[in-house]
Structure formats: structure tokens, C-alpha cells
């Protein structure tokens, strides 16, 4: 005598199937918005003396990159205080900050760091106080900078 309960399991196994399938595009990302009307598109300005690249981004960039940024404040004398998490290292060690001087752009500036104490960089040179610093994000504008037209 042949069991009939493989026959039973198979509408449950179709139905789990059916609720798989229909499921997969809800989980796939969610695809690009497209830029805002009449937004310039990002770009790379690189200074041909000092090297250094002025970024321009777009809204949906900085949002996309989620950055931060915070003034940087007066220290004692010529000191400036920057947050720890604006400052970068280079592969030769210099450290560099990325300053936000108008909406959506962002340039790099060299600092001196003349210590770091409890989350706190003591500058003695850098931007001035005031001067805003990415904080959050800073490691992906140097991404930008060196690795565009790759």
C-alpha cells in the first residue's frame, strides 16, 4: 500500500514557495532616486599647485554620505580644538581635516597636531576657529578625491 501524505505536503510546499518568490523584491534595495531638476552633478576640482581637490557635491550625495560637521573652536594663543573625528591620516602620516566652506563643498586642509586628549585634537595649525570640519564622512570624501576617472 503507497502512504499519500507526500501528496498532502505538496500544496503547502508550493504555497511556501509562491509566498518566497513574491517576497524577493521587497527585499531588494530600493533603486536610485534620480537627481533633483536642474542639480549640477557632482564634481573633482583638483588645484594644480597644491594638489589638493576642492569637492562639490550634490544633496542627494551628502545625504547619501550622511556627513557631519562641527566648528572648529579657539584653543589657548594660536591654538584651534578640533573633534578627533574630523582628522585624517595620510600613507605618509600627514593630518588633514575636510572643511565645509559653503553647502556642499569640501576641501582639505592640513593641521598640526600638537596633541589629542580625550577625544579633543589640539591644533597648532589648521583651520581657524569657526571653520567647519566633517566630522562624520570625512574618510569617504578622501576616497572621492583620489580614486575618481577609476
Keep these: 500500500m503507497t502512504s499519500h501524505k507526500p ?6 510546499a ?20 534620480p537627481a533633483a ?11 594644480a599647485t597644491t594638489g589638493i581637490a576642492k569637492l562639490t557635491l550634490t544633496q542627494r550625495g551628502v545625504d547619501r554620505l550622511e556627513l557631519k560637521t562641527e566648528p572648529v573652536t579657539a584653543g589657548t594663543g594660536t591654538e584651534v580644538l578640533i573633534n578627533y573625528g574630523a582628522l585624517m591620516y595620510d600613507a605618509n602620516g600627514k593630518t588633514w581635516v575636510y572643511t565645509n566652506p559653503a553647502p556642499r563643498v569640501y ?18 595649525a589648521g583651520p581657524p576657529a569657526g571653520t567647519l570640519v566633517v566630522t562624520v564622512g570625512a574618510a569617504e570624501l578622501f576616497g572621492a578625491e583620489f580614486n575618481t576617472g577609476k
Design 37 to 47: 531638476v536642474g542639480e549640477a552633478p557632482a564634481k573633482v576640482e583638483k588645484n
Design 7 to 12: 501528496q498532502r505536503r505538496l500544496p503547502l
Design 107 to 124: 576641501q582639505r586642509q592640513e593641521v598640526t597636531v600638537g596633541k589629542v586628549e580625550a577625544g579633543v585634537v589640539t591644533a597648532t
Design 14 to 33: 508550493a504555497a511556501v514557495c509562491a509566498a518566497l518568490v513574491f517576497s524577493l523584491p521587497a527585499c531588494a534595495a530600493p533603486a536610485a532616486a
